[in-house]
């Protein structure tokens, strides 16, 4: 059954679906342009997510990732209107967000934004983790509070990322030495940085922020969760990073701790380990190496 057939029995926001239009650039789930007619009879415009029927709680955890976000009011962030499960699909709707090119300060913009949200979220307490685990592309991401963030990274990140690789067949011997040193040693890897915990994206690659027709920063597709700010950029800095401005704009407004970039090295290894986990060996050598740059840098 075609998705303007159905998708409107489940979602009464969207009273007529007059055009379904593909949307590039996912790699886990069909993206479609939905325009249409409102129940308030406004022409409108939404982005709607399809997958099987067991996909539903990968639906449900960026939806609850999507409003998490959105309550700073800090970032834009697309709302989001409907998700469930009809006769033979998952489904996520929220509301559409036109994307063009960045423009010229469009990275200091990201910067500021992003550490005006961090401020705005931002506890002195531990209360890192989130109250749900939730999904890393198609990995589920492990959020149950440790006594720690120290024990949390080493715990409910590095180590069950590496767990994965092992039981999965993608780890050899050096990678699994080098690895449980990080998390034998994550005290010290991890020190110096601020002891405050913010609401994190989580998952902050090129493909998930945007740049609005107006040339403000939006946030799609989270990971969410509570815990150091520093661990943001390590996505960031898997593929490419962002350029100078971005950091500096981000500092202007939430300096980062002494040995900042020492630290993100941890969390890009994390993502890196996912990716192994995700793809494959062709991601070996590269946790390999990413592993021996955190044990030698400290």
């Known amino acids: 059954m075609m998705l303007k057939d159905w998708l409107p029995r489940h979602v009464p926001q969207i009273r007529r679906i007059d055009s379904v239009d593909s949307v590039g650039g ?17 022409p409108e415009t939404w982005f709607v ?16 990732g999507l409003d998490a976000l959105r309550s700073t009011g800090v970032i834009h962030i697309p709302e989001p209107i409907a998700t469930g499960v009809d006769a033979s699909h ?26 005006e949200h961090h401020v705005a979220s931002e506890t002195t307490d531990d209360r890192h983790g989130w109250h749900r685990d ?19 990274v080493a715990q409910q990140r590095i180590g069950y990322q590496l767990k994965l ?9 050096r990678l699994k030495s080098d690895v449980q040193q990080v998390i034998d040693r994550m005290d010290d890897l991890l020190s110096g940085r ?23 920063v939006a946030l799609i597709d989270p990971a969410v ?41 941890l969390y890009v290894l994390y993502h890196l380990l996912n990716h192994l986990n995700l793809f494959g060996g062709g991601y070996l050598s590269q946790c390999q190496r990413t592993a021996a740059m955190v044990l030698r840098e400290r």
């Open 165 to 173: 690789a092992v039981d999965n067949g993608w780890s050899d011997s």
């Open 26 to 42: 996912g790699c886990i789930s069909d993206a479609v342009c939905v325009r249409g007619i409102s129940d308030q009879d406004h």
């Open 90 to 115: 998952s489904f996520l709707v929220t509301r559409w967000i036109q994307s063009e090119s960045p423009t010229a300060d469009f990275f200091a913009g990201f910067g500021r934004r992003l550490a």
């Open 134 to 152: 939730n999904f890393l592309g198609a990995t589920i991401q492990r959020n149950q509070p440790c006594e720690s963030w120290v024990a949390f």
């Open 225 to 265: 969760y509570r815990g150091c700010g520093e661990a943001e950029f390590g996505m960031i800095q898997l593929f490419g990073s962002c350029p100078r401005e971005f950091y500096d704009a981000y500092q202007d407004v939430r300096p980062l701790a002494d040995g900042w970039r020492r630290r993100v090295q």
């Open 49 to 64: 997510k399809t997958n099987t029927v067991d996909f539903a709680e990968n639906f449900a955890c960026e939806w609850d």
């Open 194 to 216: 601020h002891s405050t915990v913010s609401l994190l994206h989580g998952d902050l690659w090129s493909g998930n922020y945007l740049c609005t027709n107006d040339g403000r």
